[in-house]
């Protein structure tokens, strides 16, 4: 018997990791021994031709989120450290090159953004339990409206499911409007 666990500092912070070990479990297929606080990680099984692979697999807002930093990070270190200095005059291929890199940038600044917003509506949905139903009173006051997991996901605005659905699955007091949320509008 070993343990093959790894310390949860070793751990790729994109992982979704959905609980760890209370009490240690002996694993009958290997035989392993993994002890308290080990992390229980979601994985995939593959099997190509006679190729069986397990992949774990990654939280999709972390991925975003990681995405969003590092363009971000790209594209303002660019800028940050490349524009020119006051009455600097470039030649017709010096100055193609920059503009192609500064709409480089430009381009990672934006990827940024979208990728910030989607790393906050992955992690809202992710939230949402599968049974989970929401009701809403349609504007015209005479009937509600139900959405099931799948219909939040897809016709639920972000604002609306940050200050109503995420909230009351949570069972947390919304405390909007505050500073970050009128930075976030």
Known sequence: MKNTDIDIEDLDWRIRACSSLT???????????HPIGTIIKVIKIIKYKDNIQHITLPNPAAMYLSLAIKLGNQGYDFIKNN??????????????????KLFDAFE?????????????EAFVNYEIPEDYIFRIDRKDKRCQEIYNHDQ???????????????PEILQIRSKIPNKIWQDYM
């Open 152 to 166: 939040i996901e897809r016709f639920i605005n972000l604002e609306m499911k940050l200050k109503i659905v995420l």
């Open 23 to 33: 009490k240690p479990f002996l694993d009958p297929q290997t035989e392993t021994i």
């Open 83 to 100: 524009f020119l200095k006051k009455n600097e005059i470039l030649d017709q291929k010096e100055d193609n090159i920059f503009n192609t």
């Open 108 to 120: 990672k600044l934006i990827a940024s953004v979208i990728f910030s917003y989607s790393a906050i």
